[in-house]
């Protein structure tokens, strides 16, 4: 069974913010929860992680539920270049269970 | 520059035909993985290793085995391909595991007729 859950497809607006749910019902306390996007033809990017609490850096921002059973992924200002397919992941013991991805695509 | 590296990029094969892709990352990274993509499966995890000498079998490591002597290098072999073994293999590594960054190289596309 997929450790995390994720919608097939997004669409965003450009410049506007975009919000990228996904589920993870099953996570353990020691998972971190990942998110890396994939463009055509290239290995995947990392875009941001956390363990617990909520998260930014300089691409996106990150927020976990209480619960911890749920994220989502911000981009806060999507552009061309944010389109893509956005992998959320959980990791456990240093393995890594990628879910099947949201492609998000960005409309001028 | 850093980066993670894979050879070869695109490969034909035939069945039972004794394969290796090599990979090597210059970041002098402890943790190495491999993953194979399939449509509609996302990303899977075959084989990982925390260090030197230190391997751990991911969510599908049967038919792969690895190898890590060095550092820098974490070769995937496939000792007799198969067809379902067709599939798009990423190479990664981190500083130290599943509190860091991957870093991604570009991939290997395998084809097993």
């Known amino acids: 069974d997929a450790k995390t859950t994720q919608p097939n497809s997004m669409e965003s607006n450009e410049e506007e913010p975009v919000h990228l749910p996904c589920n993870h019902s099953t996570i353990s306390g020691t998972d971190y929860i990942h998110w890396y996007r994939q463009l055509p033809s290239q290995g995947p990017e990392y875009v941001i992680h956390?363990?617990?609490s909520n998260v930014n850096n300089r691409m996106a921002s990150l927020a976990i539920a209480e619960d911890r059973k749920s994220s989502t992924l911000i981009l806060h200002r999507a552009t061309l270049r944010d389109a893509a397919v956005y992998y959320c992941?959980?990791?456990?013991?240093?393995?890594?269970?990628f879910g099947t991805g949201t492609s998000l695509t960005v409309i001028p | 520059e850093a980066q993670v590296t894979q050879n070869p990029r695109y490969l034909i094969t035939v069945t039972g035909k004794k394969l290796t892709v090599t990979c090597s990352q210059n970041?002098?990274?402890?943790?190495m993985s491999w993953y194979r993509q399939d449509p509609g499966l996302g990303l899977r995890q075959i084989y990982y290793s925390m260090n030197v000498e230190a391997t751990d079998k991911g969510d599908v490591p049967e038919g792969y085995k690895v190898s890590r002597k060095e550092k820098r290098n974490f070769p995937l072999i496939l000792e007799s391909p198969s067809p379902n073994q067709t599939s798009l293999y990423f190479c990664a590594s981190s500083f130290q595991g599943a509190r860091y960054e991957q870093y991604f190289g570009p991939g290997t596309r395998l084809t097993v007729t």
């Open positions: 970041m002098n990274h402890e943790y």
């Open positions: 992941i959980l990791s456990s013991s240093n393995q890594f269970y």
């Open positions: 956390g363990l617990t």
